[in-house]
């Protein structure tokens, strides 16, 4: 049996730190000495700063009673950015990166802690009564500018905050969200085809921004109509890849929007930015006016075989076509991802003599097949939706 080494516990009260760390650096100092006496440990264990617990009880007191601390000095923001300012004086730079990555562990916990506890106890997030108006990024920029003036008169470290404001100005500079632009129109969504377009913004930086407030939006929207029995919105997602990260909010949707009627298309030309693809589906040439429409398998399980035919047996004018490869589904055949093609059964004559020319024009589109296949493949969802639930 190995025996432990005996090691030092060394114990820090909240009331040894303050906002402006004025003791960390004693507290080093006595954890470096133990540790060169006894060349390992010691163990140590740090409270929150001094009034933090206060803070963070009084937060989630507000909670409790569907209230929302929006005070600037109770607010989780104020909580974690403090920490944030305490880290840019006594962590080193080299280790920044890896202590910010660690701190929006605990914030996303703490702030997935306060929707659960909202949803758990059937709170309505729209009608949270605020001390005061809701933040815009008008406010955001205002506090984030304060707090640099603050820290250049306390002549301590800027670097982390100048950064943000530098990567946060194309996004201030778009207008989006500040106190003059416009809401979005959340009942026209569930109405009407709503397409939020990306493409013209600045940066990559901007869009992602954009397309998270955006899905955030949504989230707290869905929550707040309540559960529903049967789907009242699909939301596509193009180029998902670029908002699949850990801290996205399309983790949460697509864990729970099922729930409340929402479902989820993602769509990318790369099979290795999904973790797991169930089925993958190519329309190609699909809809021509002349034949029939003509679907085919390639590997798929026969479960889902048994969904596909099923679901595309029920439409007219739809048979079994023989597999071809001169297209996107092949890319997932190849990495051996069960895929379908949906094609026509004209599919040499118009790859030979139509597509890429003049005579490929709208008008030789039969709009009754495309609506075929889209019913079927709406049946094809819900039924792959129950079969792996």
Known sequence: MTQLKSSAVLKFGGSLIDLSGANIP???KRISKIKQAKNFGPIVVVSAPKGFTDRLQAIGEAKARGQDYRGRTHSLDFVFGSYLGLASDHVRKDLIKEFEKELDKYKIVVQDAIQKSYRNNGIDIKSLEYSEGLPTFDDVKDMLETRLHMLRDQKKSTQTLE??????????????FSKKSATIPFDKIFKSTTVLKLRDLPTDEVKYAVAEFFLNKLKYELYSRGKKSN???YCIVDEAHRLLDEQSPLNDLLRESRKYGTGFILSSQRPSDFSEIVLAINLDLA???EGK????LYGCPDEIAAAIRKAFSSQEDTVEGEPWYQSDHSIFIQNQVPA???????????STHITHTDKDRPELI???KLESIALALRDLLLDLDRILS
């Open 287 to 289: 809809g021509y006016h």
């Open 340 to 350: 379908m093609a949906i094609t026509s059964d004209r599919l040499m004559e118009l």
């Open 163 to 176: 950064t943000l404001l530098v990567r946060l100005r194309p996004l201030f500079n778009t207008g989006f």
């Open 366 to 368: 039969d709009l009754a």
């Open 26 to 28: 004693l507290i080093i």
């Open 231 to 233: 789907l009242v919105l």
């Open 293 to 296: 429409t003509a679907y085919s």
